[in-house]
């Protein structure tokens, strides 16, 4: 059991000796479970929203340039295709006809 456990079950102890079980419970349940200087802070949490915001920028630019770039690949090979195709079935007209 470290300190603070033991600093919490000594305060839970003291409390339930004047107020009762109840009482200290219902006190005990309003404070946080580890030490205030662990709890995160707004502005811990706005540090951690704005680096986190920062890095999803980067990561959904790299994607939509990866999407943007396969988009590309795909049409000239469309178009490739699409004229070879054509090529092929203008050849085989000109043979039949």
Known sequence: MNSDDRNRLNLYQ???AKLGTEEADTLM???P??????LAS???LEQVRTS???????????LRAEM???VNR???WLV?????????LLGAMQLLG
Request: hydrophobic residues 45%; glycine residues 4%.
């Open 14 to 16: 003291k409390l339930e």
């Open 80 to 88: 490739t295709f699409a004229a070879a195709w054509t090529s092929l």
């Open 74 to 76: 795909q049409i000239k």
């Open 29 to 31: 349940a309003h404070l």
């Open 33 to 38: 479970p580890v030490t205030w200087n662990q």
């Open 68 to 70: 943007i770039e396969g």
């Open 42 to 44: 707004k502005s811990d």
């Open 52 to 62: 986190l915001s920062a890095e999803m920028n980067v990561g959904f630019a790299h």
